[in-house]
């Protein structure tokens, strides 16, 4: 999951599976051979990817309700007798697009796909399923001071709310969950496994619950559940996450000479940013043009979050914050302005981010006696409020806040590290799942498929459909990579960050 940095801070033709003739029909006429170069201006992920639009009731009670597409990418299994259960992969967010992260993570899962058709569809208010865009969050003006951010904020929530009108009530969890069925079934699947990571976990557990003879086996990676009411719990998920950073480089001696307390600098450049922020010109890493941001706790706090997301990010973090401690900000600026481009490419469509965070996690919020925890002394849940008590809210059936019960077999994966989805809200959804088995990384961040050995054991894990027999002492070895040292000219050049020589 994710809260905005600056604001809030295959090879063969579906005719030749081994599929029903029931199915086949539909399947040809809802998808074809995607845009090749000449159309689209890149060539499709694999060879014979097939795209299609299936379109729906935006309304699913409502007859007369309009039309929405869906949009769905399927790369067909290599085999040309496949498993007839394919693997559906859930974005997270929320907001984000499955078929825009499709050419980034599709060569994850080779191993399922050498038997298995692998289904990508965006949620609707995502990617091109009606997506409800919020143009006005691109334009992240960091030179502004941060009362003048909150009032910007403000005032663009409630133009984007009133430009989106109605239609916000029809998009939160359970209509996508309902139109992940759809598409099941107007794709002619009797069964389907799904892959979700973060919010994608919570739609994921949406449907083993609705659709249970539908769902084979699932999934969830960095699991976030509805009670983990973002951002109520985000500022002490983050800051453990950093503690346990800190921990880390006082543990090693290189480390704490170079960095000392990364936990009690950062908590320092936090509290004086608080009193007075400090105005910061760079070079853009990328194009080279002048940048100045005004420097506040609210972006340090953010930016120092968000890397805590990624095993690589996260070891610049005790440089950045030694750095700053010192007074230089340009490392953290830099970071900060990469950080905004990456968001523009993951892409995030606000107006369905908002209508999930404000009508499934907001209520919650509403009805805490206890107080949130401050992350380097800003405060998530306060943003957090003044979004939501503009934007629509429409009430969702009391018994969609209630734990997911399940019997599906269940994977769920966890870095140690993770600042937003840590471990404690997996064995916490574990708890009603009564086939699942929790993996966790101790070196793992924000999302740990792609880490180590966890790819395999997911091919292995759907082609079985049952965890328990899973060897995976593997994971073990994802252990914490090691902080960054500038470079020192008198060490020896072909030694890495843990001392040891390269081969």
């Given at each position: 999951m994710r809260i905005i940095p600056a604001a809030l801070l295959g090879i063969l033709l579906a005719s030749c599976h081994n599929q029903s003739t029931e199915q086949t029909p539909v399947t040809q006429a809802l998808l074809n051979a995607c845009p090749d170069f000449s159309e689209a201006g890149k060539p499709p992920i694999v060879q014979n990817a097939q795209c299609g639009v299936l379109h729906v009731k935006e309304n699913p009670a409502d007859a007369n309700s309009r039309e929405i597409g869906l949009n769905i990418l399927r790369l067909p299994a290599?085999?040309?007798?496949?498993?007839?259960?394919?693997?559906?992969?859930?974005?997270?967010?929320?907001?984000?697009?499955?078929?825009?992260?499709?050419?980034?993570?599709?060569?994850?899962?080779?191993?399922?796909r050498k038997n298995r058709d692998i289904i990508f569809v965006d949620q609707r208010g995502t990617g091109k399923s009606n997506p409800l865009e919020c143009p006005s969050f691109d334009d992240v003006h960091y030179q502004l001071s941060l009362l003048e951010q909150q009032q910007r904020l403000?005032?663009?929530?409630?133009?984007?709310?009133?430009?989106l009108g109605e239609q916000l009530q029809f998009y939160t969890t359970p209509y996508?969950?309902?139109?992940?069925?759809?598409?099941?079934?107007?794709?002619?699947?009797?069964?389907i496994n799904l892959w979700g990571v973060s919010y994608g976990t919570r739609v994921a557990l949406a449907y083993m619950r609705r659709y249970p003879e539908a769902t084979r086996s699932s999934i969830l990676d960095g699991v976030a559940p509805v009670t983990i009411a973002l951002p109520w719990h985000g500022g002490e998920d983050a800051l453990a996450s950093l503690r346990l950073l800190s921990e880390q480089c006082t543990a090693m001696e290189d480390c704490v000479n170079a960095y000392g307390n990364i936990l009690q600098n950062a908590q320092a450049i936090a509290q004086r940013l608080a009193a007075q922020p400090v105005d910061v010109t760079i070079a853009h890493p990328r194009t080279q043009v002048p940048l100045t941001l005004s420097m506040n706790?609210?972006?340090?706090?953010?930016?120092?979050?968000?890397?805590?997301?990624?095993?690589?990010?996260?070891?610049?973090?005790?440089?950045?914050?030694?750095?700053?401690?010192?007074?230089?900000?340009?490392?953290?600026?830099?970071?900060?302005?990469?950080?905004?481009?990456?968001?523009?490419l993951i892409g995030i469509s606000y107006g369905m981010h908002f209508s999930v965070l404000c009508n499934e996690d907001y209520p919650q919020y509403q009805m805490r006696t206890d107080?949130?925890?401050?992350?380097?002394?800003?405060?998530?849940?306060?943003?957090?409020?003044?979004?939501?008590?503009?934007?629509?809210?429409?009430?969702?059936?009391?018994?969609?806040?209630?734990?997911?019960?399940s019997a599906v077999p269940t994977l769920m994966l966890s870095g140690r590290r993770d600042p937003v989805t840590p471990p404690r809200w997996a064995e916490q959804a574990g708890e009603h799942l009564s086939q699942a088995r929790h993996l966790i990384a101790p070196g793992g961040h924000h999302s740990i498929t792609h880490d180590g050995c966890v790819a395999q054991l997911i091919a292995q894990f759907i082609q079985r459909a049952d965890g328990t027999t899973l060897d995976a002492a593997c994971v073990q070895h994802i252990q914490p990579l090691a902080p960054y040292l500038a470079f020192d000219p008198d060490t020896d050049v072909n030694s890495d960050a843990s001392g040891e020589s390269a081969p």
């Open positions: 290599i085999n040309p007798t496949p498993q007839p259960d394919p693997l559906f992969i859930i974005a997270g967010g929320p907001g984000q697009s499955a078929v825009g992260i499709a050419e980034h993570i599709f060569y994850t899962f080779n191993e399922v403000k005032a663009t929530v409630q133009d984007c709310a009133e430009n996508a969950v309902q139109d992940l069925d759809t598409v099941r079934q107007a794709l002619g699947y009797e069964r706790h609210q972006i340090f706090a953010s930016m120092i979050r968000m890397a805590l997301y990624t095993r690589d990010l996260s070891t610049l973090v005790p440089l950045a914050i030694t750095n700053a401690h010192q007074g230089d900000y340009d490392l953290l600026a830099s970071l900060i302005a990469m950080a905004g481009e990456q968001t523009e107080a949130s925890v401050d992350f380097l002394s800003a405060n998530l849940a306060t943003a957090f409020a003044d979004v939501c008590e503009i934007w629509p809210r429409y009430p969702l059936n009391e018994d969609y806040f209630a734990p997911v019960e």
